[in-house]
């Protein structure tokens, strides 16, 4: 539940509870409500969030323009079982909000709205507790990330995490301007915030503070979304001073797979040493419709009842990995068997030395898969290939080849090949590409422009990518 959907009364919903008259002064409908007193208890000024009902009879009301509290009063909203014409006289020329002939007596105003109230407080207590048992999940599952993010769909809003010097860890749902507002306030900086409901919340005890929350409910009238985002903070201060073996675990792990994509006899010996002696692998993609499944582990569990070691690493929502021919048919029945929508691309069995290839395979079957809406597609059976190169001779399957002939000889060519190869698997995503190559985006810009001088293809048309795509599949024959 967003909290824009919130349970906090505001003004203008307790004089229609009460059935009587709002007489709007300085305090406008749609504040909300924090607590109710009689007048005679009347002592502190409410705060800028919330306001407090004054219940009161008739004959006090006509005293109140000497009463020294006036000032605060107006600050506050007044209720009281009088309607009539003297009593409305009276509330506009003191500057007072008031709720004006509620139907219960007035030895009855004060217990119905502290049970109203209550009954309130009582539930947003229960939202609070029951977010917070959610935000516990996301810990476990996804550590400081999942909360941040958590966090900000629980209080409809944004947030950002930054550490004690005021750099980002983590931000969800914020634009620029949202995370320029949240380090100035964070560090004491002046600045012009965008935000009313801006809230800081500082991330450890006393002056041992390891991180700051700034957090931005869009209702900024909910005290909800405050009291989630404190316990919230109490939550990542954990987090943050635990050392997280999984995140370590899973950086290793994808740094080791990178490694097995360059290929050649370094990656041969990486992968006896993980524990994978088979000369060939099939490259497999998964990746979830949703964002609230854990893909990776949910595949270790699935490897882990195969009996198959961890060769995979997520990149990008799409989870990457290499796994021995015999145990492909079982994780597809997996993937199709699971209850979320998972999506998976299987390649061609390839040797180790050249398993990117299949992974790209794999990367483009599973693109194919999430867009068609499939569980589960083979490359073979993307048109493309089962439809062209299938029904080709072999005379016919090397011409198309020689297309990148110019771009595949000489010292480059496999470097171009390979950065060819990951460009169209990616669909022509450059920032992708870039990622996944481990280039910067102007090298991997230079390297296209060298193999359409080479080709004479033009990578920015559908038509010569395609032409592209098939003489690399082709090559591969």
Do not use: K
């Amino acid at each position: 539940m967003s909290y824009s959907r919130r349970v906090v009364r505001d003004v203008i919903s307790l004089a229609r509870y009460l059935g009587g008259d709002l007489r709007e002064a300085r305090i406008d409908g749609a504040h909300p409500v924090n607590s109710v007193v009689g007048l005679d208890d009347f002592v502190v000024a409410p705060g800028p969030r919330f306001t407090t009902l004054v219940t009161v009879r008739a004959g006090q009301l006509r005293r109140l323009a000497d009463d020294p509290r006036l000032p605060l009063l107006q600050g506050a909203v007044l209720v009281t079982h009088s309607g009539t014409r003297s009593t409305r006289d009276t509330v506009r020329d003191l500057g007072i909000t008031a709720i004006l002939d509620a139907r219960p007596p007035h030895r009855l105003l004060r217990p119905t709205l502290e049970a109203l109230l209550a009954m309130d407080q009582a539930a947003e207590a229960r939202a609070v507790t029951s977010a917070m048992r959610v935000l516990t999940l996301a810990a476990r599952r996804s550590g400081v990330t999942g909360v941040v993010a958590e966090l900000a769909h629980r209080i409809d809003g944004w947030a950002v995490l930054l550490d004690r010097h005021g750099e980002v860890i983590t931000t969800s749902g914020a634009g620029a301007l949202h995370i320029s507002d949240a380090i100035a306030v964070a560090v004491g900086r002046p600045v012009r915030v965008r935000h009313r409901a801006l809230q800081v919340h500082p991330v450890g005890p006393g002056e041992d503070i390891s991180a700051h929350l700034v957090t931005a409910p869009r209702n900024d009238s909910s005290g909800r979304g405050r009291e989630l985002s404190s316990q919230a903070a109490a939550l990542l201060d954990l987090l943050l001073r635990t050392r997280d073996s999984s995140h370590l675990e899973r950086l290793g792990r994808s740094m080791m797979f990178e490694s097995v994509l360059r290929g050649g006899e370094a990656a041969d010996r990486l992968l006896r040493r993980w524990g994978v002696h088979e000369p060939t692998l099939v490259g497999f993609a998964l990746a979830s419709r949703t964002g609230g499944v854990d893909v990776e582990h949910l595949l270790a569990v699935w490897l882990d009842e195969l009996g198959a070691e961890h060769v995979f690493a997520p990149q990008r929502g799409v989870v990457h990995g290499l796994l021995r021919d015999d145990l492909v048919e079982a994780l597809s029945e997996r993937v199709r068997a699971a209850q979320s929508p998972l999506h998976l691309g299987i390649g061609e069995p390839m040797s180790t030395s050249v398993a990117a290839s299949s992974v790209d395979q794999a990367h483009q079957a599973c693109e194919t898969a999430r867009s068609s809406g499939e569980r589960v597609v083979r490359y073979r059976s993307i048109p493309t290939v089962s439809f062209v190169l299938d029904r080709l001779d072999d005379e016919s399957t090397r011409r198309i080849a020689t297309v990148l002939d110019p771009a595949r000889v000489g010292e480059q060519g496999p470097v171009l090949m390979t950065t060819l190869r990951t460009f169209l698997a990616s669909n022509g995503a450059w920032g992708e590409s870039a990622a996944r190559l481990n280039i910067h985006r102007q090298t991997l810009t230079a390297r296209i422009r060298r193999i359409e001088d080479l080709t004479g293809l033009s990578l920015s048309d559908q038509d010569d990518r395609v032409a592209a795509w098939l003489a690399l599949r082709a090559a591969d024959r």
